[in-house]
């Protein structure tokens, strides 16, 4: 079944919403922080940012992926920070992560992008072998927070997130 990769709208906020909990309660299964936040909120604004960007993976008729990312404020134009990434459970391992992270990339790359950023759960393994997977690389060992730890994505040939091939 095909996957459609589309920006998403402010009506997709309550099916984002929904997806984020989904996805996150597999890492979190002691309750996800945060609880009693306006969820559908959050998402509308996120989908509303002048300076970001939600993509959603729709198969279906259906969300079962979703994407946020943005330059935040005082980084370098050409650097992107995926803020979010999530499939939804019921379509792990059937290429939708794949899809949505390629049309990200793709986006970057159109975009002027060079390096990509991000923070994944330490205890999220999943996630970090999928990224590891798709060229995303630790930034420093430690680095991040106590539960959470930073990887990059070179979007230059040749460079790895330790710097140029060769070095």
Known sequence: MPTVIRSAVTADAPALAALHVRARATYYPEGLPGEGLDAVAMWRGAVERRDGHV????????????????T???EATDTVRLFQFHVDPEHWSAGVGTDLHDACVEEWRADGIRAASLDVHRENRRAQVFYARHGWRREAPGGGTGTHMCMRLSLTAGETAEGTAGE
Do not use: T
């Open 55 to 70: 993509l959603c993976a729709v198969r279906e008729g259906r969300i079962v992926g979703l994407a946020s990312f943005r």
């Open 72 to 74: 935040p404020e005082g």
